[in-house]
């Protein structure tokens, strides 16, 4: 059970920025699923929550970037966060979304991931240590995992990863649409220092190995875009894993039977994998513009205007899994839309699955695990589309590290 979740909130004008959102959408999710599920909401923005709607709407070819691309740019002004997102496959239309993603795929496929999992399980090994008898689960563990992972997947220096991560904390809250003048300014100056550095590194990096090296030899992108490519990864690859890391392990202490369950049958893990990233995706919603009217559960939605797929309120969607709010590692065929659906499906989507259930064989590892926090003191992330804590301490049983299974 979830705190609130089984009593919905009604909703009279769904603003996913609203404090009381961000902190819990669950309650916001079940009405708008129960009541009006093509919603218009703030700003006459069309919000969608049912299951197979978010499908339709992330297949539908009358819904694109473009608009949300400018309206982003035009927040943040002119200057080098705007020259990124002009640029990112994350805001591009067709021919360029296809032929930039086609650039990265190869990377992602399960069989160029395997040589990568001793590293990944290297690092998880070195991350979570059963002596300690605490941790911070973001900082300790999901970021320097999920940041780690994706610089060995590009081929930046492991000394560099500090830098990338600070760049990172400055740039993010440029992302939000609460986002101030401060903010923003210093967004711009990290944007400058990244992209000055990916700039140094790709003239040395040329023809090695890794997905830079392999960017750069090929001809079909320009530097401007190879650069906007490696931040789009750096991005996108380590701030979605390190939230849902910390999700998972937010249900897990919440719902205590389960984590024990999964402590005596680990082999549950990638089901359980799936279900934390259903109970809780760190990516809440994706949004998109309409080039054309489209009809959908009886409403019109106009060309111009925006509209919001909410996987996080579809993978709540009683319509399609029993029992939506009950957090059950047991569950198979879960399928979520937390990694998107269509020709957008997350790129990095093998990659989480197999941070995701390699962090979480270690974790429940380890012996009485309590959250040292109040639930209630957690601070999220501010985001209309991201979901996370921003710290997450646990304490457990230290072990000797020589009597560690
Ligand atoms: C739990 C972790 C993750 C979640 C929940 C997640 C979620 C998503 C979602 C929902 C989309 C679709 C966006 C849309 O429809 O507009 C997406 C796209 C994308 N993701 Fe992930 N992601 C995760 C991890 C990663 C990782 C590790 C990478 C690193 C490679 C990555 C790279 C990307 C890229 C490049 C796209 C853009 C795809 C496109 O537009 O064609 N993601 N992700």
Redesign the pocket.
Known sequence: MTQLAGHPIPVACFDPSAPEVQRDPYPYYHWLLRNDPVHRGVNGIWFVSRYDDVRAV?AEDRLV?QGIRDFWSQLVGPGPLSGILSRT??F?DEPD?SRL?AL?MPA?APRALRSLVPEIDRLVDELVDPSAGELDVINDVAYPL?LG??SA?LGLPPKDRDLIRAWSLRIGPTLDLAAGPGEIADGQAAMAELTDYLTDLIRVRRGSGDLLGTLCADGSASREEVIAMVV??IF???E??T??IGNGVLALARHPAQLSLLRALPDLIPDAVEEM?RFD???QS???QLVDDLELRGRTLRRGELVV?L?GAANRDPERFADPDRFDVTRTGVHP?????????????V??RL??AAVFRALVRLPDWTLTKNPGELQYQRSTMFRGVLTLPIAFTAQNPRSTP
Request: glycine share 8%.
């Open positions: 992330l970037r496959l994350l591009q979304h993603r990265v992602f999920a992972v994706i997947v789009t990864l996108a690859g380590h979605t894993v939230n849902q990233l995706s760190s990516v994706n949004s998109r797929a996987m839309l937390s990694f998107g659906s269509g020709m957008r499906h997350c790129v990095g989507a990659l989480a941070e995701l």
